[in-house]
């Protein structure tokens, strides 16, 4: 075996262990959340207390009469988020089979998760770095306590998801893919069936159905231009809806929650309903519930430290590659356009 090969081997033996650890991780929060939420006793008033249930569909707020238990519904949401983890680890490539070979990373979720969020993080933190420079600020939100931050964290991911992205893709692929099978004769069914899966896996459903995907024809064939359009326009309305609230983000928010919501948009349509709540998760509670522990002494700094500059490293090594790969095949299309 030559060096270079030698050397590639071993790069893609590191990068699988950093993905491994990572997705490690990912898994741990559940249970950390846990032990934060019910087992310190400055979270016990908090999680006794009664809350109304809010629901969000078509950018619409939606505010359920019943009350219900804090902590029960903090309990389902990590329940909810488990449930989708253990899903991307199993569905279309497994993760163990995936994180073995670096050309089936993108087959599964799991294993590209890693990846696109790291990016993204190093993308937004350079977009709200440059607007800051020029003076436009992104802004936070406040909040009274801790817990109670732990808790919005984990509950905003799954009802943004479903009313900003999930209510408008899903129907408009539900659409897409009804007209695509009316040449067709299914049973009833078998057309609820198809429409089930359309909302939950787009990318999924064309590939059953026969027609154009991304797996199969590429993000650019793959999605229509009304999705496009759809997508696009969810994704500026994600972002306005966090300045307008009023919630503490000022107007440089707009164009970074804007870019976070396509992504989410992209890898909804591609790999199903789970990946924009895990990836929206993974800015919101993951990315919050580390440095709870540490400031509560459940872990240590060097810990939290460690899972951010793996983050940070991998972000940077991905843009790299996407980067070096988008050059390497615009060359070779100017090549072949060279060719008489």
Known sequence: MSNSKIILKIAEVALSSVITIIVATYFFSIPLGFILMFLTKEASSLIASKVKVLMIFFAIDFWFPLRINLGTLFII????????????????????????????????????MPLISSALLIALIFLQNIQESHGIPTGSIQFQNPYEALFSLAYSPIIEEIGFR??????????????????????????????????????????????????ENGWIK??????????????????????????????????????????????????????PILL???????????????????????????????????????????????????????????IP
Not at 78 to 106: G, M
Not at 180 to 185: L, Q, T
Not at 247 to 272: C, T
């Open 280 to 338: 929206h998760w993974f800015f919101n509670y993951y990315s919050y519930v580390y440095d709870l522990a540490v400031e509560k002494q459940f872990l240590t700094l060097t810990t939290s430290t460690l899972i951010s500059e793996f983050t940070l490293i991998l972000g940077i090594l991905t843009i790299g590659f996407f980067i070096i790969e988008f050059i390497v095949k615009s060359l070779q299309f100017i090549s072949f356009r060279k």
């Open 166 to 215: 999930i209510s408008f893709i899903g129907v408009i692929s539900m659409l897409y893919c009804l007209n695509s099978i009316k040449r067709f004769s299914f049973s009833k069914t078998s057309i609820l069936k198809i429409l089930s899966l359309a909302f939950l896996f787009p990318d999924k459903t064309k590939q059953i159905i026969g027609i154009n995907n991304i797996k």
């Open 77 to 112: 949401l990590l329940l909810i988020y488990l449930t989708c983890l253990i899903a991307s680890w199993k569905l279309e490539v497994p993760f163990h089979k995936a994180i073995l070979n670096p050309k089936l990373f993108f087959k599964n979720w799991l294993t590209s």
């Open 222 to 275: 793959g999605i229509k231009l009304g999705e496009w359009i759809i997508i696009i326009l969810t994704s500026i309305v994600f972002g306005l809806a966090h300045y307008l609230a009023g919630s503490g983000w000022e107007i440089g928010k707009v164009s970074s929650a804007s870019l976070a919501g396509l992504i989410f948009s992209l890898v909804y349509i591609r790999y199903g309903i789970h990946a």
